[in-house]
């Protein structure tokens, strides 16, 4: 018969004081994150010092940062004045959302549609210059469209009468000639996506992007239903996105269903602008860019290693392709240039902490396939107390995996896991 140390003793009378107020009211809901656990305390610092405006410009005054590996949530955490899944502005970040839809045409479409097909091939009667600009123009900001914000921002108008607009301007360069990052080039391309599926644009969204993913927070409301603002419009939080994110990353699929075609997923994450090309204007001086989504990491051999989607007022998210990350930073209580330096502190951090591994033992401390929950308390606490474990395989008490067992720190970081904290 096993007999409890003093030791020991101390131990578990510590443990059922920290624990009791997790089990009084029932089911473990400290924290919904996955089995494995990364030392994610930069990422938290450097998340603490933008919000104390420490390490940015000007401090952040609300935001949520989530970071999933595999499709596992591995960290989740608010920061200032706002909720878990509060709801934000994506501003530019849309243009990813819209690249998707604009992917889902080129797929499936009643007319059909490439990246190669013309605005003179739907809006008849445009001079040569503006019929000949490429729908992959239009959605890597090479077209050469004037701007036309008024037109983009009406609430008495339509996307189609919107894009009419904005053709009906003279080009700013030729088609292919400069990159000059804006709107209104994704504004016609939005509209050609109307006119090839025979759809209104939040249709297509709401039934090819958003409701397969379980999106019901993410919707474009600016300007208007007839006239969604393509480059700028939607609102999403933390979840939605990073799921969203998180389907491109594996190539379109989410949880065994195929949302978008992998051919069409591989052309939003291949370079449509021509090396080289001039840059008129761009928020992060580059021109290395896909269909709606930046190309902002490549590796010494040329290969896309990052890829980013960043809004005017720092709602952004990234996928880090060879460590298998997608990250999310939902604000819009800031600005592009003011959080960019830190995110890619932030990024560089994630990388790091998932490259040295798990810092922890799963949550699933009984091996039980179902974490976090009482069960894996309750017989981390019997075996802490030299007790047995309840499904008779757990793992060892050495949570921290620092060599030393059993400690205070093993139940600190067990218990401080187990509420969504840092190991």
């Known amino acids: 018969m096993q007999t409890t140390t003093p030791m020991q003793m101390r131990f578990v009378t510590r443990s059922m004081i920290l624990a009791f107020g997790l089990l009084a009211g029932g089911p473990i809901a400290g924290s919904a994150l996955g089995q494995q656990t990364y030392n994610f305390s930069e990422v938290t610092r450097i998340a603490a010092g933008m919000l104390a405006g420490t390490n940015v410009p000007q401090p952040v005054p609300a935001f949520e940062v989530m970071l999933l590996r595999d499709g596992e949530v591995v960290y989740r955490r608010t920061f200032g004045q706002t909720t878990p899944g509060a709801v934000y502005a994506t501003d530019s970040a849309t243009k990813t959302l819209s690249g998707a839809v604009l992917a889902s045409a080129l797929e499936t479409s009643a007319t059909p549609l490439t990246l190669d097909s013309t605005a003179g091939q739907f809006f008849a009667g445009l001079p040569a210059d503006r019929a000949g600009a490429t729908v992959r123009q239009m959605f890597s900001h090479t077209a050469g469209f004037a701007e036309a914000s008024v037109a983009m921002a009406s609430t008495t108008t339509t ?58 927070s993410t919707r474009y409301v600016i300007a208007s239903p007839a006239n969604p603002r393509i480059a700028g419009g939607a609102e999403s939080n933390a979840p939605e996105f990073g799921r969203f994110m998180e389907m491109l990353r594996r190539g379109g699929v989410h949880e065994n269903v195929r949302v978008l075609g992998r ?78 330096g830190a ?81």
């Open 159 to 216: 996307l189609q009468d919107a894009a009419r607009t904005i053709l009906s301007r003279p080009l700013v360069h030729a088609p292919g000639a400069a990159f000059s990052y804006g709107g209104s080039e994704m504004h016609v391309a939005g509209a050609i996506v109307e006119l090839a599926t025979q759809q209104p644009w939040n249709t297509v969204f709401a039934q090819r992007i958003a409701q397969p993913l379980g999106m019901t």
């Open 343 to 423: 995110l890619y502190a932030m990024r560089a951090a994630a990388q790091e902490a998932v490259r040295a591994g798990p810092a922890c033992d799963a949550l699933d401390f009984n091996l039980d396939g179902f974490f976090p929950d009482d069960n894996d308390l309750i017989d981390f606490l019997s075996v802490l107390s030299g007790g047995a474990c309840g499904t008779g395989e757990c793992n060892d008490i050495d949570f921290n995996n620092d060599g030393l067992f059993p400690d205070d720190a093993d139940l600190v970081a067990f218990l401080t896991v187990l509420a969504g904290g840092d190991c």
């Open 263 to 340: 051919a069409q997923v591989d052309a939003m994450f291949a370079r449509q602008t021509p090396v080289g090309v001039p840059i008129q204007s761009s928020p992060i001086n580059s021109a290395d860019y896909g269909l709606g989504v930046w190309l902002d990491q490549r590796n010494a051999e040329g290969e896309l290693v990052g890829a980013l989607a960043a809004g005017a007022r720092g709602f952004s998210a990234w996928i880090d392709v060879d460590d298998r990350i997608v990250g999310v930073f939902a604000t819009d209580t800031s600005s592009t240039s003011n959080v960019l």
